[in-house]
């Protein structure tokens, strides 16, 4: 009794730090699209000042405007994945954090896997899932923070000014890359924890058990 108290206690704690966690990453991932629409203007304006004919305008006058706006420009798109790098860095921080967090928990029934017992960890009821099922998902929650976390990484490297037409799509690239994940991985496995959390509290508090 002892171990698989431990072992939902350590259940239920990380499953309120993933909530907690789980929080922060959605507000900053609700922070990319605007910031990436912005840079995805902005390469459309600069694309549009490379295929402006300065020399037949009346701005052909000004020998160095051109120069002074792509610096300009450019400095603003530095400015905003600078931003992002920073949203990175929270998503960073939510992954390593969840990764922590579920590598205790897998470390402790590890521990106390012979003393559980192997019918224990997968025993599971008509609305209650087993053990195994709870460490699955957390192992799903963990994969799917990690995975996430690389492909933002991964994108905002391809980012470049001198590929302009890569930043104009990158609106789109990030909603495939969401598509990707849309699946509610979090939410469904804290669910599960719960369940199983609260059968085996009722369990403890059933006469005779």
Known sequence: MAAAAAVVAALRECAAAVARQDAAWRASLAAWAPLLASLAGLAAQMRAVQRLAWGGSPLGAFGDLRARLWRKQRGAAEALLEELAGRR???RAVRDA???GVAGVLRLYEELAAE??????LQRGPRCPSLADALEGL????RYYRYLYLESKLLLLRVSCDSLADMEALPQSWERILERYKEDVVQDTLLKITLFVDNQRELCCTPGS
């Open 116 to 121: 559980l017992g192997l019918a224990a960890a």
């Open 98 to 100: 969840v990764g922590a």
């Open 139 to 142: 192992q799903d929650v963990e």
């Open 89 to 91: 860095a929270e998503l």
